[in-house]
């Protein structure tokens, strides 16, 4: 069976390509049309995570790379190449999108709910009926920040925390409506945040708590020099997120793939099963940015000019307040202890914040923090 992957130059493209390519002899990248060398970026991030050279060399004849817009129909291809590529297909993974928590509901829209409509259109014109493999996430459970979100939850009651969030639900909307009309099955894969401790290279794609450290860098570079600027966030001390290694979560949804789907919306929580403390992510941004974290029950009405830049991103600080907990039993009921991953702790994501060469200079995650507060 031939796969089709989008969003393959992406954080979990990578991973999910590499795993896809673990049992297929080749599979098609539809690449972001005019986002620079795809697959000179594909064969960097193999390089840089240790892949020999003779399977190296032989990547782009494994690859067939398709330039594709997931915002326009047809995915900008011409009528008969999109056929031709719907015709050619046994399964499409659906990884692309814009994870951009700050972004604009309209352009997100664009990306994540008109691209998934785009997809579904290349799945509904395939002669094999290709299933879809959709990658969402478990925040389209919106703005419930307690209690269980179940694997057969889609509600939009809640309302969300952000336009990211959103778009990620209405894409499952769309999804469910579609396999009720085709009468097509689709699996809809929900990873919680990812993390990785591969250090940041120039060449990798980004990840979210790399976004976040860079926001705060930036705001704290208003603040005065060489002191522990203080900072007070909306959070809960007793807080937690889930977060998840992306290589694991790339390996499980691979496997889930092959079970055979039950013809309609199978939906799967692919998170960790011990979450992570809010403080543990307080004490990572604090060593990292030099800052010192205050967790507040509400914000400050006299903000101080950092705390007024930080607020800027209310839709990330928000998830400071999170207690929610996913429930994955679909998951576990299939593959037991197996999905089991190791501990996401401080050191881990420390090691994938901090590039190799600043590992040993700079102060271990643990250390002191290194300045005096801010007078
Ligand atoms: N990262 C997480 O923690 C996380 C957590 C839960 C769910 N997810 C979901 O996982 C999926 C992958 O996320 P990621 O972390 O790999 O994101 P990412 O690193 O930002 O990668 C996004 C991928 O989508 C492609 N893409 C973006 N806009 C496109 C367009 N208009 N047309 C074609 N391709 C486009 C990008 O190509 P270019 O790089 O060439 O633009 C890239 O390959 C997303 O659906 C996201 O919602 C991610």
Redesign the pocket.
């Known amino acids: 069976m031939h796969v089709a992957l ?8 990578l991973r999910l390509l590499r795993r896809l390519l673990d049992t297929h002899r080749s599979v098609t990248v ?4 005019g ?2 060398d ?1 697959l000179h970026r594909i064969t960097r991030y193999f390089a840089l995570t240790g892949v020999p050279e003779a399977a190296l060399a032989e990547l782009p004849g494994r690859l067939r790379v398709v330039e ?4 326009r129909p047809g995915l900008g291809l011409s009528r008969h190449a999109f056929q031709e590529l719907a015709d050619g297909l046994g399964a499409i993974w659906h ?5 951009n928590l700050a972004g604009d509901l309209a352009e997100l829209r664009r ?2 709910v008109e ?1 998934t409509r785009h997809v579904l259109e290349l799945a509904a014109a395939g002669r094999e009926r290709p299933v879809v493999h959709h ?5 389209v459970a919106g703005s419930r920040r307690e209690g269980v979100a179940y694997e057969d939850e889609l509600d939009g009651a809640y309302g969300f925390e952000n336009a990211y969030e959103r778009s ?1 639900y209405e894409a499952e909307v769309l999804i469910h409506a579609w396999s009720r009309e085709h009468r097509r099955p689709v699996v809809v894969l929900r ?4 993390v990785t401790d591969l250090p940041p290279h120039p060449e990798l ?4 708590l790399q976004v976040v450290e860079r926001i705060l860098r930036d705001a704290r570079r208003t603040a005065e020099p060489g002191c522990r600027a203080r900072v007070r966030l909306v959070g809960r001390p007793d807080g937690r997120l889930n977060l998840l290694q ?1 290589d694991h979560a790339a390996g499980i949804m691979v496997r889930l793939a092959d079970r055979t789907p039950s013809g309609g919306v199978d939906t799967y929580h692919v998170v960790h099963d011990r979450d992570v403390p809010v403080p543990t992510i307080v004490t990572l941004l604090e060593r990292l940015v030099e800052l010192s974290v205050e967790l507040v029950a509400e914000e400050p009405d006299d903000p101080s000019a950092l705390e007024a830049l930080v607020d800027c991103y209310p839709d990330l600080t928000t998830y400071l307040t999170h207690r929610r907990r996913f429930d994955d039993t679909r998951v576990r009921t299939l593959f037991g202890s197996s999905v089991a991953s190791d501990r996401v702790d401080l050191d881990h994501l420390w090691s994938g914040l901090v590039p190799r060469g600043l590992v040993a200079a700079g102060p271990s995650p643990t250390s002191a923090l290194p300045s005096a507060p801010c007078a």
């Open positions: 989008t969003g393959a130059t992406g954080f979990l493209g539809l690449v972001h049309a986002s620079g795809a594709t817009e997931l915002e990884s692309a999108g814009s994870i990306t994540n691209g990658v969402s996430t478990a925040f990620k990873p919680s945040i990812l794609p980004s990840h979210p992306v």
